[in-house]
């Protein structure tokens, strides 16, 4: 655990990349801890194909290491590919925000990742059903 | 005012003796009173739990039905906690587990059960875990009263010293009302899990989230709090070292 709150981070928590709403975003999704009361919506715009993430923006409030591996994560997958994100896990999270966390805070740092997981699914789904 | 919580068809009512979260010690004995003269026929479970390690208990003077603590908040192992019924309770119960040691007499189309308490202690029995308890149930009561002072006199330098803290609001611990010597707050600009994370690498440790209360949480319009606890081995000084710990936090994540 040393050393959990490094400039970097903090950095991120106090000028978080990519905040806001996209308006027509294709997935749109909100999820929380409620363990600790962390809390994000997540909106992403897609490519002309529908394949690749074009836009993502987020709106949410939380702990340093929820609020800056959000703002991380953000940053991470612009022109990422649906599949892609599908892929990661926590060692991709964990690797991106360089840290080693216990497990009650793998979950902050998942909160972003999982709820857009979530909505791509959801997305997908509403597009299978035609 | 327990008449809001209770009516004549309440069957169970189930209290704890001490808030987790606040550290609020209701008065159980007038409850208890005004609960039998709602419906003398209602059943009264008390969990000790949080209490049991910060005041004394007389379970006959309290007159519950039933009354239940953890070990492990009096120091013993994790596991093993102890059911106190009443006997005339206990004797109308069936029992709720089945195995050996349990039984009286068995034929091949009926059994009876064993006597108390055997008919609900089916099986093997966790042995090292009980005689364990039973020696940290001896050693806290031999010097509780001590205890109880020197806990009651951490926490009120605890209150002082966290309410210097500007940023802080300690929840509860109001002039007049009885409370036990764990104090939840709140850090403005400060999320409980950092607050706590902070503390550790200070060798601090402290408790951050809904405290398995979050119906609590949503009353108290706070989505986490953080929460000290007290226990005999405390001093002084780290009550120190956490406000150090808090005012670094502080400075580090606002």
């Known amino acids: ?130 | 005012m327990i008449s809001k919580y209770a009516d004549k068809n309440t069957l169970i009512f189930s209290i704890t003796g001490m808030s987790n979260v606040t550290g609020f010690i209701p008065d159980l004995r007038k409850i208890i009173d005004e609960l039998r003269s709602i419906n003398k026929d209602m059943i009264i479970v008390v969990d000790a739990t949080q209490l049991i390690a910060h005041r004394k208990i007389d379970v006959k003077e309290m007159d519950a039905d039933f009354v239940a603590f953890s070990a492990h908040k009096l120091y013993g192992p994790t596991g093993v906690g102890v059911l106190y019924g009443k006997k005339s309770m206990l004797e109308k119960m069936e029992p709720f587990s089945y195995g050996g040691g349990m039984i009286n007499k068995v034929e091949l189309y009926d059994s009876n059960w064993a006597e108390l308490p055997d008919k609900f202690e089916a099986g093997t029995i966790d042995t090292p875990g009980i005689v364990a308890s039973a020696e940290a149930i001896k050693y806290v009561d031999e010097k509780f009263e001590f205890t109880v002072k020197y806990e009651d006199m951490l926490k009120e330098y605890a209150l002082k010293k966290l309410r210097e803290i500007k940023e802080l609001k300690v929840i509860g611990h109001n002039e007049g009302a009885n409370f036990g010597p764990v104090i939840s707050f709140i850090v403005d600009g400060v999320h409980p899990h950092d607050l706590a994370a902070i503390c550790n690498e200070k060798k601090v440790c402290i408790r951050a989230g809904h405290h398995c209360c979050q119906p609590l949480m949503g009353k108290l319009c706070v989505v986490a709090t953080s929460r000290m606890s007290i226990g005999m081995y405390n001093t002084r000084n780290d009550i120190d070292n956490l406000t150090d710990a808090i005012n670094h936090a502080i400075k580090v994540i606002r």
Do not use: W
């Open chain 1, 1 to 130: 655990m040393e050393g959990l709150y490094r400039e970097y981070l903090l950095d991120h928590y106090h000028n978080p990349q990519n905040v806001g709403k996209i308006e027509n975003a294709e997935i749109k999704k909100h999820d929380l801890n409620v363990s600790c009361g962390d809390e994000v919506e997540m909106f992403v715009k897609l490519d002309d194909d529908k394949k690749h993430i074009k836009e993502i923006k987020f709106i949410g409030h939380g702990c340093v290491i929820c609020m800056a591996s959000t703002s991380i994560l953000t940053d991470e997958l612009k022109g990422k590919s649906l599949k892609e994100v599908k892929e990661m896990n926590t060692d991709t999270i964990l690797e991106m925000i360089k840290l080693k966390l216990t497990p009650t805070r793998i979950k902050c740092a998942m909160l972003s990742l999982v709820t857009i997981k979530k909505g791509i699914l959801d997305y997908e789904l509403k597009n299978s059903e035609g």
